[in-house]
């Protein structure tokens, strides 16, 4: 085995175990009722922490997966650092501009920010069983 596909496997590996940490993590977070600011910014903290993290796994593990001479994995690990990146960049700029509203008691913001924590835990769910289902893919002889 090269050395990166190795490096790439353990990205891939870091990628998959933050991804259930962040699907697990994120989830008891649902009973928060997102009516005071600071539960707007703990959420909002954990999932910039989430996109960070997986943003900087998937980009290794794309790199060393091109490397290695595997394009499709490298194509799968860069398509999954860019959809992080576009969440990241769509849902925390939304998330901290609720988190005003919801300061002021907003009731339509309180509610628009639970919608989006349970979307940002939707799509990363179906991260977790993309990175699962590649991983049962090339498992296969």
Not at 10 to 36: E, N, Q, R, W
Not at 46 to 59: D, E, H, K, P
Request: with cysteine.
């Amino acid at each position: 085995m090269s050395a990166a596909l190795f490096i790439a496997l353990c990205c891939t590996g870091a990628l998959l175990l933050t991804t259930a940490y962040f699907v697990m993590g994120s989830i008891p977070l649902l009973i928060l009722k997102h009516d005071v600011p600071m539960d707007a910014r703990f959420v909002r903290g954990f999932f910039n922490t989430y996109y960070l993290a997986a943003m900087g796994t998937a980009g290794v593990a794309a790199l060393s997966y091109a490397v290695a001479g595997r394009p499709v994995f490298a194509a799968g690990a860069a398509a999954l650092a860019g959809l992080t990146a576009l969440l990241r960049r769509k849902v925390i700029p939304t998330m901290d501009r609720l988190r005003i509203e919801i300061g002021d008691q907003c009731a339509s913001a309180i509610a628009t920010f639970g919608r989006i924590h349970v979307t940002a835990i939707l799509m990363n769910l179906v991260q977790l069983v993309v990175i699962v289902w590649s991983l049962i893919v090339a498992a296969r002889p």
